[in-house]
């Protein structure tokens, strides 16, 4: 079927080449309808295909004795054909949902005589089992119009709402670089969309509270048009991240402002173990000190303490910065998939709640920008952990997932706030 070079890429069959070939060519050519009732007959009847050459090809690629491992790229990829396509044109992207559900009943392998039609349909059923098929979940969920998938009220459903998690949700290894290009499209058309809405929100709240106080009455009777809160918080939760993200936190200080304080204090740091010290204070400012005494602030500091120990003499390069803005991630969400435990995380929220804890990540991103995708990562473990609960079950994590949008659209995205300075 494939093999592999010594540097881990896969390298193309002719009959896979064949197969994608054939999808590139009918993509440019056909309906959406046509090409899932084609994939539909080619992937999963898997008899009586329009072109029997393509039929022998997938046949061989199906028949290799490495199929069951490799399958999954080859359909992975198949499917990414048609949905490259599909998503650059709003009318077709409800056709990306409809090719993804045609693996959520795959047809029974024993009801086919054809040894290769069997094969196939055996593949296909392991298909719906790997990693692949998840993100391709996933991405027609993104793709979805509306966030509440069929009535859903399963973590899973949500991912539409969060631009951050795209690139760490919706890719898996296989993916091309035509794949990873759609999802980065996919990501900035969201990111846009969920930004100009809470710019359009926080200017009709800004709009409202001046009306209000208005001693005119003709300017608190002006007909103001509602937009509605873009967020899952409710207005007063939404009111408090707005004010803690573009506000002052620290005296007369943003959070950018005192991010860009520590930057240049760090300049002049002499060694990487003054560095941690001056990071710890950095951090515990944000913490209420009745729960930092508890036991936090002395974790927090054993923590610092003991990560890079041997570098401490050095001069604070941005090496040793970006490890140790890493490792406080690590400790404060979600260390990886394979150990996700997140008591430290809950216990954040729990007590100081989710925006202030949202805060104190802020921190560590604005101090080292080059750690906010490993901070995307965090959460995409914390996200792919509880995809399948309810959010009944889990109503700190979206009330974290929500918090983090703001905090980024307001120090990373285009939203446009400032107006919010002139009631704050």
């Given at each position: 079927m494939t093999t592999w070079t010594d540097s881990g890429i896969r390298q193309t069959s002719?009959?896979?080449?064949?197969?994608?070939?054939?999808?590139?060519?009918?993509?440019?050519?056909?309906?959406?309808?046509?090409?899932?009732?084609?994939?539909?007959?080619?992937?999963?009847?898997?008899?009586?295909?329009?072109?029997?050459?393509?039929?022998?090809?997938l046949e061989k690629v199906a028949m290799d004795k490495r199929a069951e491992q490799e399958f999954k790229f080859v359909l992975n990829r198949c499917c990414h054909i048609l949905i490259n396509r599909w998503q650059l044109q709003p009318h077709l992207q409800g056709s990306i949902q409809e090719l993804v559900g045609l693996f959520e009943n795959?047809?029974?392998?024993?009801?086919?005589?054809?040894?290769?039609?069997?094969?196939?349909?055996?593949?296909?059923q392991l298909f719906t089992e790997t990693e692949q098929y998840v993100t391709l979940q996933r991405l027609s969920r993104v793709m979805s119009e509306s966030s509440e998938s069929n009535g859903?009220?399963?973590?899973?459903?949500?991912?539409?709402?969060y631009p951050y998690l795209y690139e760490h949700c919706l890719l898996s290894e296989d993916s091309s670089y035509e794949h990873q290009q759609t999802v980065r499209q996919i990501q900035s058309r969201v990111q846009r969309r969920m930004e100009f809405d809470l710019?359009?929100?926080?200017?009709?709240?800004?709009?409202?509270?001046?009306?209000?106080?208005?001693?005119?009455?003709?300017?608190?009777?002006?007909?103001?048009?509602?937009?509605?809160?873009?967020?899952?918080?409710?207005?007063?939760?939404?009111?408090?991240?707005?004010?803690?993200?573009?506000?002052?936190?620290?005296?007369?200080?943003?959070?950018?402002?005192?991010?860009?304080?520590?930057?240049t204090h760090t300049k002049q740091t002499a060694s990487y173990k003054e560095f941690k010290n001056d990071l710890y204070e950095y951090l515990i400012a944000s913490i209420d000190p009745a729960y930092g005494k508890r036991q936090f602030n002395e974790r927090l500091y054993t923590l610092l303490k003991n990560t890079l120990p041997h570098s401490e003499a050095q001069k604070p390069t941005e090496f040793l910065i970006v490890r140790t803005c890493s490792q406080l991630l690590n400790f404060l969400v979600v260390e990886s998939p394979q150990r996700p435990n997140h008591f430290t995380f809950v216990d954040l929220i729990t007590n100081l709640g989710a925006t202030l804890t949202t805060g104190l990540l802020l921190k560590i991103v604005l101090l080292c920008r080059k750690v906010k995708p490993y901070l995307e990562k965090r959460f995409s473990i914390l996200f792919n952990h509880y995809e399948s609960s309810t959010r009944d079950g889990v109503p700190w994590l979206v009330t974290s997932l929500e918090n983090l949008n703001i905090a980024f659209s307001v120090h990373f995205g285009a939203a446009d706030l400032s107006c919010l300075n002139q009631i704050m």
């Open positions: 002719l009959e896979e080449q064949q197969l994608y070939d054939h999808l590139l060519y009918c993509v440019q050519v056909e309906s959406a309808s046509q090409l899932i009732e084609r994939f539909q007959r080619l992937f999963l009847d898997g008899a009586r295909y329009v072109d029997p050459q393509i039929w022998l090809a795959p047809p029974d392998p024993m009801k086919v005589q054809s040894r290769g039609a069997r094969r196939l349909r055996q593949l296909v859903s009220r399963q973590v899973g459903t949500l991912i539409q709402r710019s359009q929100y926080v200017t009709y709240q800004v709009r409202r509270a001046q009306a209000m106080r208005s001693p005119l009455p003709e300017v608190q009777e002006r007909i103001i048009h509602p937009v509605r809160n873009p967020t899952l918080l409710s207005d007063r939760e939404l009111g408090i991240a707005l004010k803690q993200f573009v506000g002052k936190v620290q005296g007369p200080h943003t959070y950018r402002d005192v991010a860009q304080s520590f930057q």
